[in-house]
């Protein structure tokens, strides 16, 4: 099996800073793009920052000059440096990783369940 976990999510005021940490585990053989998303109430889900294996890195324009994406392979970990948080970026962040299973041909979607960023004064 494989799971993905978020962490780093939490209260913090406008102007702050989180790092959302994201780990994929289990029977992978190997990660491709991994990504965040987020989804607030009563607004579509939000592709925030995605980053391929090979550390190309897009954004979403509200984020962009803010948010930083990263990885580490060796750990099967991506992560996203949120700074100058604003109330408009409160959300659940979900994360996602495209892998191959081990003797599996076909790449996957896997995504966490979501890990809670409240952006409040």
């Known amino acids: 099996q494989v799971q993905v976990a978020e962490s780093g999510g939490g209260l913090v005021q406008p102007g702050g800073s989180l790092r959302l940490s994201c780990v994929a585990s289990g029977n992978i053989y190997s990660i491709y793009t991994m990504g965040w998303y987020r989804q607030a109430p009563e607004k579509q889900r939000e592709l925030v920052a995605t980053i391929t294996s090979g550390g190309s890195t897009n954004y979403a324009d509200s984020v962009k000059g803010r948010f930083t994406i990263s990885r580490d392979n060796a750990r099967n970990t991506v992560y996203l440096q949120m700074n100058s948080l604003k109330p408009e970026d409160a959300a659940v962040y979900l994360c996602?990783?495209?892998?191959?299973?081990?003797?599996?041909?076909?790449?996957?979607?896997?995504w966490g369940k979501g890990t809670l960023v409240t952006v409040s004064s």
């Open positions: 996602y990783c495209d892998l191959k299973r081990y003797r599996d041909s076909e790449i996957m979607d896997y």
